[in-house]
């Protein structure tokens, strides 16, 4: 098997830098993180002034707070400023900041190691919104879900080997003595160097808005950016989208410890087995984003990803359902219980799926949001994620103190999400038609795409394509890179349970003017003013479905629209549905054969896209000529 395509961008200067410095930070923020908790809780004496109950809950605070306080700011300044050039600030700003830490840890001092975490969290607040911002400047569109899904995947993996890391040097002892703090200290400054060292290497990112006027205060800043970003419907509810994601893995996160301990009778190494299952599984869905979507944004994959996720966090409910533990068990004896594998099967499927929801939807924010205030828009997404974790230890805390069980919050949460999903769902129909449309060409079809860069990932553009089968709109719509509107036959529209889904679609209805002139008059009007937006619009000029494979004659149609909307136009043919459960009967030889078993489940198919056609040029029969050469003699 070929290497998969993302992995070859970390031999590339373009983006290998980058990922490292980012993978180091995520790291050490964990070997910071898990090392001052652990200490707090197991050697509470070392430090004055420590409730060890609460310790790990104001650690985690502490850390959040900036998200929320400087977020707006930091999505200013990523705007503004060259990119490179502020991530080896930040990266320098590393070492001082893990400077203190390791005099708090060497001196055992409460305050210096609170003000650290503080300044780490200042330090991830500055960085995230140049994390994402860098990537579309960096990478083509169709290596977007690939780039996204290794930072991703990296990401999580750098959180375990933090978790591993802070966890086993924080409580290392020599002669008796623990030394632990002191390794601690000294492992963040290194990690914070090498950091440093991967920034020195990252090309140059131009500032997306040099001229922009900072503003300081954070609250109003905070208020206008989440503006900004209500003004994009989609790109906001793909923010809400993450931020509920950050929600579900917060509750899943801050619950393992009492997890593993009350209700798994597990020790701290079953803790850490957990953390590294749902570690490996979202790091492996984000990677499998790439080669799922073959290479574009796929938001199709984000309710396949929801309903996975509540599906698994539910059955997590019912594999942790059994009698209390009457001791403690290490990883070894844990295993060996065919219970608990269900429990880690549940708990690394919900990771998995929760990698394939959330690469699209960042990947769709870069680029559906505007260049000049991408990273402001990364930075409001980042307050979300922030407000919504806040809200997920809210609830736990709620839940867990009316006497609800944790198992029980799992069973909330996952329903909670497809609570969540739907609504999401709703008001952005988009993904759910491209799921449905992915969904129909990885199960019932094996569908290859020739020459699709001709479809144009901006812009207006009229696409025009024969006419084989029912499934046609929907074959089209899961291959354009972006989404389009179909010009539909009005009783086709109006069939019953399917007009819900063409109206969602914003399919434009039409009938010939010897049946509704008025209809006729109104689809011409709709097609203009969506082609004067810049949207893709298709027409199957032949007017209906073949009946007997061959391409019927292209009507005036296209020819009117684009005498009055000037734009290109793009021929194409799809192959292979002919015969299909889709298509209509036809006849060899005098003989009928039944649509479903000429061609079937898993049947290939291909859609052939030519080059754009200057409006001027178009005429029906030179139209239809191209779709008859690209289509060929397969139907």
């Given at each position: 098997m070929s290497e998969p395509r993302q992995f070859r961008l970390l031999g590339q200067r373009r983006f290998a830098p980058f990922f490292w410095t980012q993978f180091l930070g995520a790291m050490n923020d964990n070997v910071f993180k898990v090392a001052f908790t652990s200490l707090v809780t197991y050697h509470t004496a070392l430090f004055s002034g420590i409730d060890a109950a609460t310790a790990a809950f104001l650690i985690s605070a502490i850390f959040i707070a900036p998200f929320v306080l400087f977020s707006a700011t930091s999505g200013q300044i990523a705007d503004k400023l060259e990119k490179s050039r502020l991530i080896r600030f930040v990266k320098t700003l590393e070492i001082g900041i893990m400077l203190v830490g390791l005099a708090g840890f060497y001196w055992h001092h409460t305050e210096l190691l609170y003000a650290a975490t503080f300044l780490m969290g200042l330090h991830s607040t500055l960085f995230g919104p140049v994390k994402y911002a860098y990537l579309p400047q960096h990478l083509e569109r169709r290596e977007l879900t690939g780039g996204n899904g290794l930072v991703e995947s990296g990401t999580f993996i750098a959180i375990l080997l933090g978790t591993i890391i802070g966890g086993e040097l924080a409580n290392m002892q020599s002669g008796g003595q623990l030394v632990g703090p002191l390794y601690v200290g000294v492992a963040c400054v290194v990690f914070a160097m090498a950091g440093r060292l991967a920034a020195q290497r990252v090309p140059l990112s131009p500032a997306a808005q040099p001229d922009l006027r900072i503003?300081?205060?954070?609250?109003?800043?905070?208020?206008?950016?989440?503006?900004?970003?209500?003004?994009?419907?989609?790109?906001?509810?793909?923010?809400?989208?993450?931020?509920?994601?950050?929600?579900?893995?917060?509750?899943?996160?801050?619950?393992?410890f009492p997890f593993a301990k009350n209700v798994l009778g597990g020790d701290q190494s079953v803790v850490t087995l957990l953390l590294a299952v749902f570690s490996i599984g979202i790091g492996i869905g984000s990677l499998l984003c790439e080669r799922l979507s073959g290479g574009r944004i796929e938001v199709g994959l984000v309710p396949l990803g929801s309903i996975g996720m509540t599906v698994f966090a539910v059955d997590l409910y019912f594999a942790s359902r059994h009698g209390a533990p009457s001791g403690l068990m290490g990883v070894g004896p844990f295993l060996a219980e065919p219970a608990h594998w269900r429990v880690i099967a549940d708990l690394f499927l919900l990771s998995l799926f929760g990698g394939l929801y959330s690469v699209p939807l960042y990947a769709l924010i870069q680029t559906r949001c505007e260049p000049t205030h991408r990273a402001r828009i990364i930075a409001s997404n980042n307050i979300l994620n922030a407000f919504f974790m806040i809200a997920s230890s809210l609830l736990a805390m709620t839940v867990l103190g009316a006497g609800f069980t944790i198992p029980e919050l799992f069973l909330l949460t996952g329903i909670l999400n497809a609570v969540v999903a739907l609504f999401i769902?709703?008001?952005?129909?988009?993904?759910?038609?491209?799921?449905?449309?992915?969904?129909?060409?990885?199960?019932?079809?094996?569908?290859?795409?020739?020459?699709?860069?001709?479809?144009?990932?901006?812009?207006?553009?009229?696409?025009?394509?024969?006419?084989?089968?029912?499934?046609?709109?929907?074959?089209?719509?899961?291959?354009?890179?972006?989404?389009?509107?179909?010009?539909?036959?009005?009783?086709?529209?109006?069939?019953?349970?399917?007009?819900w889904l063409f109206r969602q679609a914003r399919?434009?209805?039409?009938?010939?003017?010897?049946?509704?002139a008025d209809m006729l008059a109104r689809a011409y009007?709709?097609?203009?003013?969506?082609?004067?937006?810049?949207?893709?619009v298709c027409i199957f000029p032949e007017g209906k479905l073949t009946a007997n494979g061959q391409i019927n004659p292209f009507k005036q149609g296209v020819q009117h629209i684009v005498q009055r909307?000037?734009?290109?136009?793009?021929?194409?043919?799809?192959?292979?549905?002919?015969?299909?459960?889709?298509?209509?009967?036809?006849?060899?030889?005098?003989?009928?054969?039944?649509?479903?078993?000429?061609?079937?489940?898993?049947?290939?198919?291909?859609?052939?896209?030519?080059?754009?056609?200057?409006?001027?040029?178009?005429?029906?029969?030179?139209?239809?000529?191209?779709?008859?050469?690209?289509?060929?003699?397969?139907?």
């Open positions: 503003n300081w205060n954070p609250v109003s800043e905070t208020w206008r950016n989440l503006v900004l970003a209500r003004s994009n419907r989609v790109v906001l509810l793909s923010m809400l989208g993450i931020s509920w994601l950050w929600f579900v893995g917060a509750t899943l996160l801050t619950s393992f769902y709703t008001q952005v129909p988009e993904f759910l038609l491209r799921f449905l449309a992915w969904l129909l060409v990885h199960t019932l079809y094996r569908l290859k795409k020739e020459n699709v860069q001709h479809i144009p990932e901006h812009g207006a553009a009229l696409l025009v394509c024969n006419h084989v089968s029912f499934a046609d709109a929907v074959v089209l719509m899961a291959a354009a890179p972006r989404p389009v509107r179909f010009v539909m036959d009005h009783r086709i529209f109006r069939v019953p349970v399917m007009s399919a434009i209805p039409i009938a010939p003017a010897h049946e509704d009007d709709t097609v203009a003013e969506a082609l004067q937006a810049g949207e893709l909307t000037p734009v290109p136009v793009v021929p194409m043919a799809l192959r292979g549905l002919w015969g299909s459960m889709f298509s209509r009967r036809h006849k060899v030889s005098g003989v009928q054969i039944p649509r479903p078993l000429r061609r079937g489940v898993l049947s290939r198919l291909e859609l052939v896209v030519g080059e754009p056609v200057d409006p001027d040029a178009v005429t029906p029969e030179s139209l239809q000529q191209r779709v008859t050469q690209l289509r060929g003699v397969w139907r």
